[in-house]
């Protein structure tokens, strides 16, 4: 009788909860899509909005067409591909492990894909955009070994009869110390030229984004995202603990090796094509469900707003800062007061409770 009564109590908060999703997936699509838009607007070379439009139909000069779908378009929608895979990634891996500490950044497969990736510049012997043998099939390939080594690693190591998030945590940030300081001895033992662009791609950008990057990144979220929104359910399951996950009827864990697959492939595909760019997959999915008012992070709204902040990042880095500021700088600036006080927070709720 207690269920019955309750029931009709619960329809409408949830039917609340699901309107305000929509509407924050909804914002920041559009966002998206004005990020974007403003993204090919700005750089270098003047381009007004009516040349953008008119480009776009087809009728622009063939200096504008090469502007915008030659050098703009590949920078922009590779921001905004790059940003929904750390968005979605950063979501997956806080929702699986309970814990918005709990993103690839912390947890070492951003660093053991940008290890991998490291590997395939020194010993390939450039840059991504050299494109043609070795290393324009390495650097992806290299990327994702990395960071499923990595994932492996840290699991394995974090597994006591299942896997605490805070234990997860803290095994991630020494493997993130340890490959951080392998990649930095390989820069340092590499020829000059080497090392540059390891340096340089290390940093986080989208300078050399060409329609050669894109299209792994593309094709990553293409097969994971639905992947990722079959196991929607199941991770909102989860969030009542892996016992009670396993009595509803939730094989906890093949779930959770889907989910860090997911998580792994979308974060390798993003740091192969533009460096690592941090704290994305830390903010984005904590901004949405704030905004949302959920108790984990939606997982498509994630996505957009990761690609909200690399795009938005990117384009405010060419339009306001100083030529060369790569977007992994602006979103450092941003995400690391963000982790800053959300560890406060949490100390002080810790020590209040």
Known sequence: ????????????????????????TTGCLVAAVLAGLIGILVGSSSLTAPDLVRTLLG??????????????????????????????????????A?????????LGVTSGAALGAVLAIVVGGGSYAVGAGLLSLGLPAMAALGALATAAVVYGLSWRGGVDSYRLILIGIGATATLTGITSYLIARAQITDAQAASQWLVGSLSGMSWASVWPVLLTLAVVLPIALLQSSALAIGQLGDDLST???????????????????????AVSASGPIEFVAFVAPQIVRRLARTGRPPLVASALMGAVIVAGGDAFARG??????PVGI????????????????????????
């Open 247 to 269: 009595g509803l009827g939730v094989a906890v864990q093949r779930h959770k090796v889907i989910v860090i697959a997911c998580a792994v492939l979308l974060t390798a595909a």
């Open 1 to 24: 009788m207690s269920i019955l009564t309750r029931t009709p109590a619960h329809t409408p908060a949830r039917s609340r909860r699901r309107t305000r999703v929509a509407l924050v």
């Open 59 to 96: 009728g622009g000069t063939p200096g504008q067409e090469l502007v915008v779908f030659e050098l703009r378009m590949p920078r922009v929608l590779g921001g905004l591909l790059v940003g929904a895979a750390l968005g979605l990634a950063g979501a997956l891996t806080q929702t699986f």
């Open 320 to 325: 306001v800062l100083p030529p060369g500021v």
């Open 330 to 353: 602006v979103t450092a600036v941003i995400g690391a007061p963000y982790l800053i006080w959300l560890l406060t927070r949490r100390t002080e709720r810790d020590t209040v409770s």
């Open 98 to 106: 309970r814990n918005p500490l709990a993103t690839p950044d912390i």
